[in-house]
T-cell receptor
Framework: DSGVTQTPKHLITATGQRVTLRCSPRSGDLSVYWYQQSLDQGLQFLIQYYNGEERAKGNILERFSAQQFPDLHSELNLSSLELGDSALYFCASSLREGSGSYNSPLHFGNGTRLTVT | EDQVTQSPEALRLQEGESSSLNCSYT??????LFWYRQDPGKGPEFLFTLYSAGEEKEKERLKATLTKKESFLHITAPKPEDSATYLC??????????????FGRGTQLTVWP
């Protein structure tokens, strides 16, 4: 058990809808990362937060947004959903920002499987 | 463009048949190479971090090594429970990339009895 908790485990929704995915990082971890995993793309970095602030953005669509709350849990909001958004969405956490803390691996939750119909 | 390439895409081994998985990278500013194991329907599980060429780390039947351009994950006398997808990732700390990991597509390992 990595200590990272993601809810829900599964989500089935229709095109055009909006969903929220939730992540609780490991106790003590300040950084949260969101990744998308699809069969044809592998693990793709979406966005990173550190202690409540956005720190880095990857290939995140404008329809997607995220935030990290004062208690350090994070939410990923996906709106105007399309069939192509169906994927596994993973949250990961680490103790510190990456820069200067190269020995801090990311610990992943078990993901939310999103199916858009 | 930064790239992480894993080979082979899939590997089938008989129990006890040792082999190696490859991860080659073309990045600048490498700040660590990470190996993860991922079981179906689960999140990646951290295995090793390597920081400099020549470094080696071991855990049970797994041994990871690093050169300037690639890393190998050696599996000695594998068992069926070693079946999983093995992911390689690099950390590049420059500019806005901060702590993110860039992942390869993985090697799907199947070990049959």
């Amino acid at each position: 058990d990595s200590g990272v908790t993601q809810t829900p485990k599964h989500l089935i929704t229709a095109t055009g809808q909006r969903v929220t995915l939730r992540c609780s990082p490991r106790s003590g971890d300040l950084s949260v990362y969101w990744y998308q995993q699809s069969l044809d793309q592998g693990l793709q970095f979406l966005i990173q937060y550190y202690n409540g602030e956005e720190r880095a953005k990857g290939n995140i669509l404008e329809r997607f947004s995220a935030q990290q709350f004062p208690d350090l849990h994070s939410e990923l909001n996906l709106s105007s959903l399309e069939l192509g958004d169906s994927a596994l969405y993973f949250c990961a956490s680490s103790l510190r920002e990456g820069s200067g803390s190269y020995n801090s691996p990311l610990h992943f939750g078990n993901g939310t499987r999103l199916t858009v119909t | 463009e930064d790239q992480v390439t894993q080979s082979p895409e899939a590997l089938r081994l008989q129990e006890g048949e040792s082999s190696s998985l490859n991860c080659s990278y073309t990045v600048s500013g490498l700040r660590g190479l990470f190996w993860y194991r991922q079981d179906p329907g689960k999140g990646p599980e951290f295995l090793f971090t390597l920081y400099s060429a020549g470094e080696e780390k071991e855990k049970e039947r797994l041994k990871a090594t690093l050169t300037k351009k690639e890393s190998f994950l050696h599996i000695t006398a594998p068992k069926p429970e070693d079946s999983a997808t093995y992911l390689c990732a690099v950390r590049i700390d420059r500019g806005s990339t901060l702590g993110r990991l860039y992942f390869g597509r993985g090697t799907q390992l199947t070990v049959w009895p």
